[in-house]
């Protein structure tokens, strides 16, 4: 492995420093987060957290994560809906219908971006943003279809098929789900802004003012974190404490693998990447 200076982390949550228990709605730190994060406070590496999950804004993850023990400075959780936010202002999508929730509402409306619900009588919008949402039914793929059959371009915070949940649990990727209905309908294929679309680290770049070249990504998915990573040139970790483990980092082509598999956090900053 090259030994490039790393300046900044980007830690995903769920099944990376944490993992969520759906019924309580808690975290539960996962072994060595905690510290993985104290050893960025100290060596001046800036710590991101950026989940592929939209259940909330990412206001509401900073008291989840401290409970937890997990401490992220201000701005520095990211969510899909911050990224898609972001890029929608900047495709100069003003008014888009979003089938999601308030963990997608609240950064496009804090955005300045008109939200419009999926529903009947929804009339002309720029785009459709398909995004994690408790309840969905028949009113809300109908209302997306029809905008995009209108013409709108579709867009996805996530296409994952499942995230790692507490007790090995697999978690429904509902946007995912969404997309595949909207394709099903339209033949409309949703481009995505999560993971492992270079999107977010476009983001993050800005944010800690760190390009990707010396930015490290840490994440339990190859096919997310690991892809985006590599995409992005950033340097790509994968710990096996969420959806995959050792063989499954390992069944990638060279230049789409994890360059570096920890089964846990802990001691991954005196690495020599890290030094
Ligand atoms: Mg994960």
Known sequence: MDA???????????????????????YEALPGAIAALDAC????????????GTFFP?????????DAGLV?????????????????????????????????????VEA??????????????????????????LPELDAAAQAVWAGAPVYATSVAPFFAGAGGKRLLGVSGAMAAAIRNATGVEAQVFGKPSVAGLEIIAELTGVAAAETAVIGDDPKLEIRMARRAGA???????????????????EDERAELVVDRLDGLLDHPVFA
């Open 72 to 108: 992220l400075a201000p701005g520095h959780i990211l969510t899909p809906a911050v990224v898609a936010a972001q890029q929608l202002k900047r495709l100069g999508h003003g008014r888009v219908m979003v089938t999601g929730s308030e963990g997608t509402v609240v950064p496009l």
């Open 112 to 137: 300045g971006i008109e939200v419009v619900g999926a529903g009947p009588g929804a009339g002309e919008v720029d785009a459709v943003l398909l995004a994690w949402a408790r309840e969905f039914g």
């Open 4 to 26: 490039r200076k790393i300046r900044a982390a980007v830690f995903d949550i769920d099944g990376t420093l944490a993992l969520m228990d759906k019924d309580k709605g808690t």
């Open 58 to 66: 990412p206001a509401h993850y900073y008291p989840l994560l401290a």
């Open 41 to 52: 406070r100290a060596r001046g590496i800036i710590a991101v957290a950026y989940t592929n």
């Open 235 to 253: 340097l790509a970790i994968g710990v096996t404490t969420g959806v995959s483990d050792r063989a499954a980092f390992e069944a990638f082509a």
